[in-house]
């Protein structure tokens, strides 16, 4: 593999610039921190006999000594708990007093944006995914209605230029069904042809996750088709036949990148047998220390998957056009291209378009942008 970072065509700076803020005299009296009491625990992290930490879990557990263990009160009643709150609040509002202006101004600008003072974090369930099919497209899919917007130059639609609103995932009644104190559903992602949704859904808490396959017409998610202890990422192929994921090692890290082919099992209905089995590795990094994901670039026509740490990284593009067409044609897959294997740098690909990818790197003295051919 040749060394395409040393063969970098061009590199560009991003630099921001700021403006200057005054930061006004804090006072000289420094408010000291609440120091709440230390009170060793034993924690145990994995499988606990008698609770329900999810599939995939460690076993034997490991266990580690934390003596701030006790803050933690899920019940959030504990008369010792609040009382260290109200200590970390009268810290924070001390500490920051001398700010207590500027706080204010950038408050004020920012509700100016957001048009809205106050938002409610969403936990266990609340999400409503709907859709409105677009009745004025031309035969090219590009739209025959609609208006450009100045803002941003997008295309919108007035109401009676759309379709009937669909639901094609109602989390609350997931939620409701799974009948558990947690549930949350995220990475909500629709097939190229929007036949499907598949998602990853946690009714454990353990951000180990399912991934269901649903067939939006019918509302039928197939237990044979359903990844069990899926975590990290996933994505589409190129079109409803391929799909990636990842999946988690022992120790809960994700490990694995798969390939799922659903042809033609997606459309025979629930007497089919277990997609699961039929996958296929694509790669794994058994490196404890690095954090496999994937995903799709911003062109569609790739999928990087590779693994990083905070410092240094390996990626992987597949053309997933050419991967689908394997599928139909009954050709080998194309092999992944290796862009850079681990080393001293931190990097991330991303392809636009062409035979170009663009990399974000940390191998010159500063953070940089680089574009280099690599899919030659
Ligand atoms: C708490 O645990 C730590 C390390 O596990 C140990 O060094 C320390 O002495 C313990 N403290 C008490 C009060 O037992
Ligand atoms: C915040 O700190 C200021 C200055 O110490 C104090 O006057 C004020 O009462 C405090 N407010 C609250 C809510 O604690
Ligand atoms: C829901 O869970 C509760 C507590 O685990 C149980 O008592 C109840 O029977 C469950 N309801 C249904 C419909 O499964
Ligand atoms: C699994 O793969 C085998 C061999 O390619 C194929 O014959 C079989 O139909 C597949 N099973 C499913 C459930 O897709």
Not at 8 to 25: D, K
Not at 162 to 172: F, H, P, S
Not at 328 to 340: C, S, Y
Request: overall charge negative.
């Amino acid at each position: 593999m040749r060394r395409h970072l040393a063969a970098a065509a061009a590199a560009t700076l991003l630099v921001t610039t700021a403006t200057s803020v005054a930061f006004p005299a804090v006072s000289a009296a420094k408010p000291t921190p609440p120091s709440p009491a230390r009170i060793n625990t034993t924690v145990f992290f994995g499988r606990v006999a008698g609770e329900d930490r999810g599939g995939g879990v460690m076993d034997p557990p490991r266990t580690a000594v934390d003596d701030l263990h006790w803050l933690r009160y899920d019940a959030r009643s504990d008369a010792a708990v609040l009382a260290h709150l109200a200590d970390e609040n009268e810290y924070a509002n001390a500490s920051t007093w001398g700010l207590r202006g500027l706080r204010d101004t950038v408050y004020d600008e920012m509700i100016t944006r957001i048009k809205e003072a106050d938002r409610t974090a969403a936990l266990q369930s609340g999400d409503l995914y709907c859709r409105k099919r677009i009745v004025g497209l031309a035969a090219d899919r590009s739209p025959a209605v609609g208006s450009l917007s100045p803002d941003d130059g997008r295309v919108r639609w007035a109401d009676e230029e759309l379709g009937d609103e669909e639901t094609y995932l109602d989390i609350n009644a997931l939620a409701a069904a799974a009948n558990s104190s947690f549930y949350a559903a995220t990475y909500v992602t629709v097939s190229p042809d929007h036949a499907y949704v598949a998602y990853a859904a946690d009714a454990v808490g353990a951000e180990s996750y399912e991934l269901p396959f649903r067939r939006i017409a019918t509302g039928v998610e197939l237990a044979s088709d359903t990844v069990a202890a899926m975590r990290g990422s996933f994505a589409w192929g190129a079109d409803t036949t391929t799909f990636y994921y990842t999946t988690q090692s022992a120790t809960n890290r994700p490990e694995n990148v798969w390939r799922r082919t659903f042809v033609p099992r997606l459309e025979e209905g629930p007497a089919a047998g277990s997609d699961v089995a039929n996958d296929t590795l694509l790669w794994e990094d058994p490196d404890e220390g690095f954090w496999v994901s994937l995903s799709r670039s911003r062109s569609d026509r790739m999928l990087m998957f590779g693994s990083t740490t905070s410092d240094t990284a390996e990626w992987y593009v597949l053309d997933v056009v050419a991967d689908a067409a394997t599928v139909k044609g009954g050709v080998p897959p194309p092999t992944p291209t290796l862009v850079e294997a681990r080393g001293a740098s931190l990097y991330f690909v991303e392809h636009l378009d062409g035979d170009t990818l663009v990399i974000k790197t940390n191998a010159v003295d500063v953070f940089c942008i680089i574009v280099i051919s690599a899919l030659s």
